[in-house]
């Protein structure tokens, strides 16, 4: 029977692996920070999405839902930044982005899940110009305490209860300064929370990079608490570099210090490719078993469609511990998923 689940396993990563990209992206290197970026858009009622240009193949049903997916939230902010002025949006700075992410996990321990998140993050000018307004569905743990990305449970490969793990939110941050800003919210219909983060980079040179960010939260139900990340980068070449990656959150919630430290490599390809390879551990300092899970994850990520359907594929071999185990278990996991960004 294992062997059956990993034959299917390298099948499922290789037709992926072969899978042509359907569509034009552009030629050159995009870096992640270009492949986020958001840009102006047109002046008129109905806003076109961003898309590359080129002769591949259209699904429309795709075109249509991501432009749908677009206008709505175009008319919403615009109709909603529109009541408090008559600031020009696009001229003002006002901007508008999100993404919809569909994920199905099949971990050896835990069994097939199934979750879909997504995001809205807006700049409106006439509220105020250093404001912004978000909502979306996500963890509400990770929510709360600002988990940075890489140790969030669908990248770590842990399942998640539809009920008990994910919750609706909105919210409403104002940049104070460059480096601080002020968040409050509602999630899961009634529960109010708050955050005041802190970030900032430094490069000690030209090839390394130094980001720190301390988030203080203050949540119903969840009490109050902080989370401490502290990245490292270094650039061995352009498209290839080291990166040490640690989070520590503290609360009335937690059992002593909540952690998680990864580090790994990144590898990237032209047309927004990446590989990367990550050793990492997680745990809690008052546990009886401090670590409750270590092990290997590689991540693929690629457009799937043009330059704003991005396909990922993860793949991790774990060994977690709970406190009443003897010994610790092992588990491998796959997680594959979509991402539509608009």
Not at 41 to 69: C, Y
Not at 140 to 153: K, N, S
Request: proline content about 4%; aromatic content about 12%; glycine content about 10%.
């Amino acid at each position: 029977m294992l062997s059956m689940q990993k034959w299917v396993l390298g099948m499922a990563i290789g037709l992926f692996l072969a899978a042509p990209v359907l569509g034009d992206t552009p030629d050159d290197d995009t870096d992640e920070s270009a492949a986020n970026s958001v840009e102006p858009m047109a002046d008129s009622e109905v806003v076109e999405p961003r898309r590359a240009e080129g002769d591949g193949p259209r699904l429309e049903w795709l075109e249509t839902t991501r432009r749908g997916v677009d206008t709505t939230a175009n008319w919403l902010v615009r109709g909603v930044d529109g009541w408090f002025g008559d600031k020009p949006f696009d001229e003002s700075g006002g901007e508008v982005s999100g993404s919809v992410y569909v994920r199905g996990l099949q971990r050896e321990d835990e069994g097939f899940k199934a979750r879909v998140r997504f995001r809205l993050d807006v700049t409106m000018p006439n509220v105020n110009e250093r404001a912004f307004v978000f909502l979306g569905r996500d963890n509400e743990a990770e929510l709360v305490t600002d988990q940075p990305d890489t140790f969030r449970r669908a990248q770590l490969l842990l399942p998640e209860s539809r009920t008990d793990d994910s919750t609706f939110f909105a919210g409403i941050g104002y940049f104070l300064r460059d480096n601080v800003s002020l968040r409050a919210g509602v999630r899961g219909g009634y529960k109010l929370y708050s955050q005041a983060r802190y970030q900032k980079d430094w490069w000690p040179t030209e090839q390394s990079r130094l980001e720190f960010t301390e988030t203080i939260f203050l949540a119903v139900r969840d009490g109050l608490g902080s989370t401490t990340a502290l990245d490292y980068g270094y650039a061995f070449a352009d498209d290839f570099g080291f990166r040490w990656r640690n989070s520590a959150t503290f609360s009335t919630e937690t059992d002593g210090v909540a952690w998680a430290t990864a580090l790994g490599t990144l590898k990237t390809f032209p047309k927004q490719r990446e590989l990367s390879l990550d050793v990492l551990a997680n745990g809690e300092t008052d546990y009886d078993v401090s670590v409750r899970e270590y092990g290997v994850r590689g991540i693929y990520r690629r457009p799937v469609y043009r330059d704003w359907l991005l396909g990922e594929v993860i793949l991790g071999y774990f060994w977690p511990r709970e406190d009443d185990d003897p010994d610790r278990r092992e588990a491998w996991a796959l997680g594959l998923a979509t991402e539509m960004r608009f």
